[in-house]
């Protein structure tokens, strides 16, 4: 998995072609160490540098589905021979999502009720025998369905996993993120707008004293809003019911984090 553990970010004035001083940034990342991630943000800010200089267009947002996201990890979940099969991150409005390194997560958009969402289900479970992805758990979400390949592993990126994300319908830079990311994604926690929180203040890396005692405050808010509600319920097994031991315990904890058996609303 391609989820840098280290950030830093480097910012100053950088001169215009007409003498006019700008302010810029740029983020660094490194799964290794600090100092690899510094050298990273001031090669970056380099390169943001020579851009202006030369009167080029800079790059526009995030890039989501381009470079690794900015997220915490929180912990790391190991496989069965040592390897680290899965991280839980937080990603950039707060809730937690699932990295898995094998186990492949789908999520489709959809209805959230209706004949057209009963239409979209049908869909849904033909493109699944259609792409002969084997056993399939299907989950409804608050904005469509999520599916969880469970009798083999797949690996992000590769043309087999690709495809049966399009074949069921994925959005487009979610299978791009996935590739770059090398990991598949599940968000195990609700949106905070859906709990009726906001995003929570300042972005990550924060530094210690305020910036963080206002995260932690928000985070206890959100924790005990979020706990009312579930983020996906299980619906089916697609599939001869197959779960392959290294697929078991992703599941186990997906479907407990998310409270998929509860019958909480879904957020």
């Given at each position: ?15 215009q072609?007409?003498?006019r001083?700008l ?11 600090e ?7 001031r090669e ?36 069965r021979?040592?390897e ?8 950039a ?16 958009d ?7 969402a ?6 849904v ?12 758990r ?9 599916l969880l ?12 996993a ?9 959005d ?9 990311q ?18 929570p ?5 924060r ?13 206890e808010?959100?924790?005990?809003a ?30 407990e ?11």
């Open positions: 998995m391609k989820i840098p553990r280290f950030w830093r970010r480097c910012e100053g004035d950088v001169q072609q007409d003498g001083r302010r810029v940034f740029a983020w660094g990342w490194s799964e290794s160490s100092r690899d991630a510094d050298a990273h943000a970056r800010f380099q390169n943001i540098e020579r851009r202006v200089w030369q009167g080029l267009e800079l790059p526009k947002g995030y890039g989501y589905g381009s470079r690794p996201v900015r997220e915490q990890i929180l912990r790391e979940i190991e496989g021979r040592g680290v099969d899965a991280l839980l991150t937080r990603n409005y707060g809730s937690i999502v699932l990295n898995a390194a094998r186990a492949m997560f789908i999520d489709v959809a209805p959230p009720s209706g004949r057209a009963d239409a979209a289900l049908d869909q479970r033909h493109a699944v025998s259609a792409a002969r992805i084997g056993t399939v299907l989950y409804r979400t608050a904005a469509g369905f999520r390949a469970t009798d083999r592993l797949f690996t992000p990126g590769s043309s087999e690709e495809s049966a994300m399009r074949a069921v319908g994925a487009p830079s979610f299978v791009q993120l996935c590739k770059v090398d990991s598949f994604r599940a968000r195990l926690t609700p949106k905070p707008w859906r709990v009726g929180q906001k995003t203040p300042g972005d990550f890396p530094e210690q004293g305020p910036a963080q005692r206002a995260f932690d405050e928000w985070l808010q959100y924790d005990r979020a706990a009312s509600k579930a983020t996906c319920r299980f619906v089916e097994t697609i599939g001869a019911g197959w779960v392959d031991s290294d697929v078991a315990p992703i599941l186990a904890l997906h479907d984090q998310t409270r998929a058996a509860s019958n909480l609303p879904l957020a």
